[in-house]
């Protein structure tokens, strides 16, 4: 298992986190490095030590907390490599319980959110680690995407779950000893059916506006005997829009997952 990939994952998700914001929209509140102060206060007392604003954590303050809080709240070192990441990455984002209930669906353990015997032990035999991690991140999202504060961070947080996808997925790689040459090649696949899946929502989308367009313009067309049917016609118009817009955004998730992947991809072209 992946008793050592703290060390691996921590600056990963590092980079994820900035220095300190207080967003008027972040239900958080005042947060720095990741660490809200509402967290930072709960810590500080914990350990004995008198309150201050969480501008002054320390790092060392900051890593204890990643480390104890989330990343043992969810066992991560008793998960495979990339999933530990997975798990933690998001239980950093959403909460510790948050993050192990994307593990426990993805690998088909009861969802409790509580990273018991039987969760560790399916991620531990599961064949599909990099199916596993794709499935975690898309439930993330889902997630992400019906909280009100998405309007606001969304675009953020979808580039966020698309790189750890990414990161996760060569992790697993790395770890199963595959080749800088051999990881780029798995990587460009999984790039490839991303673009696909892009390809296959633009002409989706393409196509179901253009026929709420239609409909919509029909409209004012109809045989005046049937009255109710101009108002049904602009409901399928907007019907029809809402769905276009719906395969927009999924376009718009595909592409940011596709850049992740060439990106990862420039990136180990530059070790051969």
Not at 22 to 36: E, L, Q, S, Y
Not at 37 to 52: A, E, I, M, S
Not at 234 to 243: I, P
Request: proline share 3%; net charge positive.
């Amino acid at each position: 298992m992946a008793q050592a990939n703290f060390k691996n994952c921590y600056p990963k998700l590092q980079r994820h986190e900035g220095g300190f914001a207080d967003h008027p929209d972040d239900p958080g509140g005042a947060t720095n490095k990741g660490i809200t102060q509402q967290t930072y206060n709960w810590w500080r007392d914990l350990k004995g030590f008198k309150r201050q604003s969480v501008r002054l954590i320390t790092d060392t303050e900051v890593e204890a907390i990643y480390r104890e809080q989330y990343w043992n709240r969810c066992r991560a070192d008793d998960l495979p490599y990339g999933i530990d990441y997975a798990t933690f990455d998001g239980a950093v984002n959403s909460g510790p319980m948050r993050g192990v209930k994307w593990l426990q669906k993805a690998v088909g353990a009861a969802v409790d959110g509580r990273a018991g015997d039987e969760t560790v032990d399916k991620a531990g035999r599961t064949m599909e680690r990099t199916a596993v991690i794709q499935r975690m991140c898309a439930y993330r999202l889902g997630f992400l995407q019906r909280l009100r504060t998405f309007k606001t961070f969304g675009r953020g947080w979808t580039r966020r779950v698309a790189e750890v996808e990414v990161d996760a997925t060569q992790m697993v790689l790395a770890h199963l000893d595959y080749k800088p040459q051999e990881q780029s090649r798995k990587i460009a696949a999984t790039a490839d059916v991303v673009n696909q899946d892009k390809k296959r929502q633009t002409k989706i989308a393409q196509a179901t506006g253009t026929a709420g367009g239609a409909t919509g313009v029909g409209a004012d067309q109809a045989d005046p005997s049937f009255v109710i049917l101009p108002e049904l016609l602009w409901l399928v118009a907007g019907v029809l829009v809402c769905g276009a817009l719906f395969y927009l955004y999924k376009r718009h998730v595909s592409g940011e997952r596709l850049e992740a992947y060439r990106r990862k991809l420039s990136s180990i072209a530059e070790t051969l």
